[in-house]
Nanobody, 120 residues
Framework: QVQLVESGGGLVQPGGSLRLSCAAS????????MGWYRQAPGKQRELVAT???????SYADSVKGRFTISGDNAKNTVSLQMNSLKPEDTAVYYC??????????????WGQGTQVTVSS
């Protein structure tokens, strides 16, 4: 059984910073990529940033220059440093693991979500 556990959400003022972390646990052989998605009220879930096992990184245009994703393949962890936060960044942020190889299957997994609220 694979689980993704997130931490680091909260309330922050505009212009502030937060760091999200996610750890994948279980009998994992490898993970193709890990990343973060977010979903604001009334909107569809959208990609924020991803990082592959080879270190290839991509960002949504809306967060480029403000957010930084990093990962540790050996620990199956991914983090998202969010700077210069804006009210429009308010959403539930979900950790995602792509093509997780275990002894019995290959599939994607999602974390439970962590709330990020940017407000004065």
């Amino acid at each position: 059984q694979v689980q993704l556990v997130e931490s680091g959400g909260g309330l922050v003022q505009p212009g502030g910073s937060l760091r999200l972390s996610c750890a994948a646990s279980g009998s994992i052989f490898s993970i193709n990529a890990m990343g973060w998605y977010r979903q604001a009220p009334g909107k569809q879930r959208e990609l924020v940033a991803t990082i592959t096992g080879a270190g290839s990184i991509s960002y949504a245009d809306s967060v480029k220059g403000r957010f930084t994703i990093s990962g540790d393949n050996a620990k199956n962890t991914v983090s998202l440093q969010m700077n210069s936060l804006k009210p429009e960044d308010t959403a539930v942020y979900y950790c995602h693991a792509d093509n997780v190889h275990t002894w019995s299957m290959i599939r994607d997994y999602w974390g439970q979500g962590t709330q990020v609220t940017v407000s004065s």
